[in-house]
């Protein structure tokens, strides 16, 4: 008779439960779950070694081999994800960001390592790139897909050359097939200057608004001339700051299109015309000139709080150089932040319901958030802050065995049972699935 898997934290348990099938070998599973545990910890660094040691295994040998030699299908686990994911928003519209995430790394060992641009650091070094999409429903992060760029002087023998755009379009299409209600496409100049990406979209009927350079060129007939209006002012949105008055202008190449320009200042200015500004490009319909702007601004503060996320939770602590083991790591960091998303989405109604009800009607507040560094925002990092007090046992349990204390064992087993009483509802997988 089989075994049952080792039990961590309940809500990690039962999330981890929804692919509980991909995973024959109890033992492979427990990994599974360990992982998920740890990348969501605090722990500065999320490498094997100190992921195990948080679980309490001897070393991370076992982590290792389930991430290079064991036998599990990542595409498999990609589909659950995402298929959670689709559960999860509904038929809620989507902003669909397309961006870019460079990592440095030492040496040539690691698979599609190579000189070149980061953005990350904003200059080129020896790292290795992948081209990401995330959805944004009501202001909650979903990761969807990720592929890793691979640069023609470290392809292998079995590879076919593609560019980031290429893997872009491939992205879109995987997406698009998916069925998502696609609100919007947001993308940065690399691929708003990229003829495959804008036809991929427009193939599609896409909505789109991509940044573009300031010298992208427009074809005109002979004797037109390029228009700039006036500028509009209108107010921009900060994070945590106050919104800021900046300028917009459309430019019209001709004669009017169904691809509109625009010119946009970078920041405060009662004079436009010396401000630095930068430009995009869209094909959304209607009167836009005053919030397409911030509409797209949502791309640039989105893409900073992605990549922020996914430092937090690891994506580039792994030690691993070969290509699969690199995309499963990358597969169970997804897994982790979509964990985490489902969380913030759950924290936002609930919040939401509560502001919603009158003085006499609202609940007694649940003792969990009673506890001081419970934060009551409906963000995503809020949400990780909420969950990672369930972290300490890990490290307490190791001092136990060394100086046993029969007394606080008990009473921290009874702790962890409270904490256990923590829920978030998740949407259940079919069987099929």
Known sequence: MLRPPIATVSFIDEY??????????????????????????????????????????????????????????????????????????????????????????????????????IGNLGKTANGIVSVNAYAVALNITYPLLFKIYKPKSRLKASDEYQSKPQLAVQIIHEIQALGFVIERVLADSLYGESEAVI?????????????IRSNHGVLMAKGQRVRYNRWRAYDQPLAEHPSERRHIREIIFGHRRTVCYYQITKGSTDNPDKADSWFIMTNLEGNILLSVATQYSLRTWIEYGFKQVKHQLGWHDYRLTDYNSIERWGEIVFSAYLFVSIHADAFRQKLQSHTNKTPQATATPVPFTQHPHWELGTTWKSALNNLRPYWCWGWLEVWLQVFPMPGLKRALHQLIDWMNTFRIALIPLPQAA
Not at 199 to 211: G, H, Q, S
């Open 16 to 117: 981890c439960l929804l692919y509980r099938s991909m995973f024959e070998d109890v033992r492979l599973y427990e990994c599974f779950k360990w992982l998920h545990l740890s990348i969501m910890s605090p722990l500065p660094r999320k490498t094997l070694p100190e992921i195990a040691k948080l679980n309490g295994l001897k070393d991370g040998q076992s982590l290792h081999h389930f991430l290079r030699d064991a036998v599990w299908d990542v595409a498999q686990v990609r589909a659950i994800r995402l298929h959670l994911i689709g559960q999860q928003i509904g038929t809620r519209p989507i902003s669909l960001c397309i961006d870019e995430t460079g990592d440095v790394k030492k040496g040539e060992t690691t698979d599609y390592v190579a000189k070149q641009y």
């Open 199 to 211: 036809r991929a979209l427009e193939k599609l009927n896409l909505p789109y608004i991509v940044a």
